[in-house]
Nanobody
């Protein structure tokens, strides 16, 4: 079991940047996969980016080249760097951790991209 706490969301203008953080309550070194989903109003939750223990990362086509996922094992924290933000990136962003076949979720952090 693990508790996840996201931070770093906010209001940003189109073209701007944010860095989201996900702090875990335990070591993330051996957690099989961690990453980020997002959910916009009226839409289903969608995968944004993920990182596995092997170091492999994957991201949605809609964010490739703009968003970057990274991990700091020493701080038990996963990050999502969001660059070149667009209004369609507006959503609640959720951190997740896959442990023993189960996904654990944070409470989410709101990202709003608007001029």
């Amino acid at each position: 079991q693990v508790q996840l706490v996201e931070s770093g969301g906010g209001l940003v203008q189109p073209g701007g940047s944010l860095r989201l953080s996900c702090a875990a309550s335990k070591s993330i070194f051996s957690i099989y996969a961690m990453g980020w989903y997002r959910q916009a109003p009226g839409k289903q939750r969608e995968l944004v980016a993920t990182s596995t223990t092997s170091g492999r990362t994957n991201s949605a086509d809609s964010v490739k080249g703009r968003f970057t996922i990274s991990k700091d094992n020493a701080k038990n924290t996963v990050y999502l760097q969001l660059n070149s933000l667009k209004p369609e990136d507006t959503a609640v962003y959720y951190c997740y951790a896959a442990i023993d076949g189960r996904n654990y979720w944070g409470q989410g952090t709101q990202v709003t991209v608007s001029s």
